[in-house]
């Protein structure tokens, strides 16, 4: 059976990208379960519907083998020995002093090195860094850290097109040309930097121009958190008089009562300042207590506990900062691949454990201040929390939440530089094993996956790297997403679907020359990439880009890099790549703002690399 000329077994295919897309659109389940349930589809095709789509069992689960996993797993393990060296740390400070203020210098500070870096080391780890460093540069200077963040995220990007390991997409392609094109086993380290290096000026100029007018000042400089999230009517300051049925109870005992829905913050006597309801301290009269709650909710708990609301007294991020506690106020973000995604506040039990109180949650566009027990966590969201200061270093160590701890990085600001970003002893065994890496690999002594391993290992048993950490260090939800779509690009090989969808491309040579059929590709991608994941869009483009060259009689070469470049460039919506979804939150963006940024950019890079491709490799 045929429909529109595809065969069953290429219709069937079609129908698992169909829903693959709207899964990874939509994501009621993470990207990651949703390539695991690919690789389950695949490999029962035949078996149970008896349709041939050219995937056994063994296929289905290659991915897992594919050599751009398994290089994508090595470099995730290297750049965490990169991070563990405190250069990227001491960078931020040197940066800070060199700023000095000026907000171009800010700017083009923060392009400028975020960039270059992103060309070596993986750029999610190198985002996570920068936010807070940013955020805080943004404060000092008076800017808005909406508009430093976007460009960050942006920067980090387009330095993965510097390199072979700057982004997975690129290993990916490496891959694939050296299954597609004959005569080429892969890419090389640098064969393509030059082109990156026009495409890098090009986006950072952009963002120092016509990128820094379009991009908003979503937060407003120097906003004091309370007023960033809009708690002011959610914070209250309340005074205990004698006849309060509150004297004698400590804040334990009133949180657990079921009478009130706010959560008191703090008890305040005098000079002293005990942080609830990690206290056993009972109330006592003339106590003020710090309450959080809708204004509904402290007035029903003014009533009912007799006490007095201090209207004239605000609360506001100094009254957590003024007083000599452990505990801060500290915005988080939820990364990608933390155990939190999916969860409720309630199902972290970061209360319990961290003895962090969320106080509010921005999820996109949305700000959410009441009932945030029940609210689902997902990744990019912006937590406002009050939390000790070990549970900041807890976070940033385990990597479940980013944490911006500004007033952390004032002290690096005011201290001595050599005493708080210490280099590690391993510094330069860990640069020298990077550097052996790339050699090795751009000299084509060694494969570059066999390069990366052998990195991994010297740093290991030089001791620049743990065992552990490098465990940790892998976006394992990327490596499934990997190995879930390897073989979905090899079934639509298989069926011919790509052949269906490289017609349609070639039909187009009919209204445009060649140069402009690349410069469609080059746009239909990097849409794809906007909305689905770009490593997605490479496994699905490419073959389709190869075959499509293949029939008009061009350079099957010059349309995989368009491909890979396209993907590798996605500015155009929050989900297209995760830096993005990093700087969503903290900068206080809308899905929109990514649009009238990104957009631009995005066609800009396409002409660029279009124009560069055909200039370099022909057409």
Request: glycine residues 8%; charged residues 15%; contains cysteine.
């Amino acid at each position: 059976m045929a429909v529109m000329g595809l065969s069953t077994p290429a219709l069937v295919v079609f129908a698992l990208i169909g829903a693959a897309l709207v899964l990874f659109v939509s994501e009621v389940i993470p990207n990651d379960v949703t390539a695991i349930g690919v690789i389950v589809a695949l490999a029962s095709v035949q078996p149970v519907f008896g349709v041939d789509i050219g995937v056994e069992p063994r296929d289905a689960i290659s991915g897992f083998a594919n050599p751009a996993t398994i290089t994508i797993v090595g470099m995730y393990m290297l750049s965490a020995g990169i991070q563990q060296t405190g250069l990227v740390q001491r960078l931020g400070v040197y940066l800070a002093d060199l700023t000095k203020g000026d907000e171009m210098r800010v700017l083009a500070a923060t392009v400028g090195t975020t960039g270059p870096i992103a060309g070596f080391i993986n750029n999610t780890p190198v985002v996570a860094v920068f936010i807070p460093m940013i955020s805080d540069l943004a404060e000092s200077s008076g800017i808005s850290p909406s508009k430093l963040l976007l460009p960050l995220s942006y920067a980090a990007i387009l330095g993965g097109t510097l390199t072979l390991i700057g982004t997975s997409t690129n290993l990916l392609a490496s891959d694939f040309a050296r299954v597609l094109i004959d005569g080429r086993d892969g890419i090389g380290m640098f064969e393509f930097s030059a082109l990156g290096v026009v495409i890098l000026a090009v986006g950072l100029t952009y963002l120092l121009t016509i990128g820094w007018t379009l991009t908003p000042a979503r937060i407003p400089a120097g906003a004091d958190l309370v007023e960033e999230f809009d708690l002011e009517d959610h914070l209250a300051r309340v005074a205990v008089p004698a006849d309060s049925p509150l004297v004698g109870s400590t804040v334990d005992e009133i949180d657990h009562t079921g009478t009130t829905a706010v959560t008191v913050l703090q008890v305040r006597r005098g000079q002293e300042v005990y942080a609830a309801p990690h206290t056993d301290v009972p109330i006592e009269a003339d106590d003020e207590l710090i309450v959080n709650g809708s204004l509904q909710a402290v007035n029903r708990f003014r009533e009912a506990a007799g006490v007095r609301q201090l209207t004239r007294e605000e609360v506001t991020e100094a009254t957590f900062e003024e007083a000599p506690t452990a505990f801060t106020l500290v915005k988080a973000v939820v990364r990608e691949d933390s155990k939190y995604v999916g969860e409720t506040v309630a199902e972290t039990r970061i209360e319990e454990f961290q003895r962090a109180s969320v106080l509010a949650v921005r999820s996109g566009g949305d700000l959410f201040r009441t009932d945030l027990q029940e609210l689902t966590l997902q990744p990019g969201d912006l937590l406002l929390a009050r939390m000790p200061t070990e549970a900041v270093e807890y976070f940033n160590e385990s990597g479940e939440l980013y944490v911006a701890d500004e007033r952390a990085y004032d002290r690096l600001l005011e201290a001595d530089v050599q005493e708080l970003t210490p280099l590690s002893p391993k510094t330069p065994i860990a640069i020298a094993i990077m550097a052996a890496v790339v050699g090795l690999a751009a000299l084509d002594v060694l494969p570059i996956v066999i390069a990366a391993f052998a990195g991994v290992f010297a740093m290991v048993v030089t001791g620049c790297l743990s065992s552990a950490d490098a465990y940790d260090a892998v976006s394992w939800n990327v490596v499934f997403l990997l190995a879930g779509l390897i073989p979905l690009g090899r079934a639509m090989e298989a069926t011919g679907g790509d052949a269906v969808i490289a017609d349609a491309i070639v039909g187009a040579e009919a209204f445009l020359p060649l140069l402009g059929v690349l410069l469609l590709t080059s746009i239909v991608t990097g849409l794809i990439a906007s909305v689905i994941t770009p490593v997605a869009t490479v496994v699905l483009m490419i073959p389709v880009a190869v075959d499509a060259a293949h029939q008009l009689g061009a350079d099957p070469f010059s349309f995989l890099l368009i491909v890979m470049f396209a993907s590798a460039t996605s500015f155009m919506t929050p989900i297209g790549y995760q830096t993005n979804l990093m700087v969503y939150g903290p900068g206080g963006y809308r899905f929109s703002d990514f649009l009238r940024v990104g957009t631009p950019l995005q066609l800009l890079l396409a002409v660029v690399s279009t124009v560069g491709v055909a200039l370099i490799w022909g057409l």
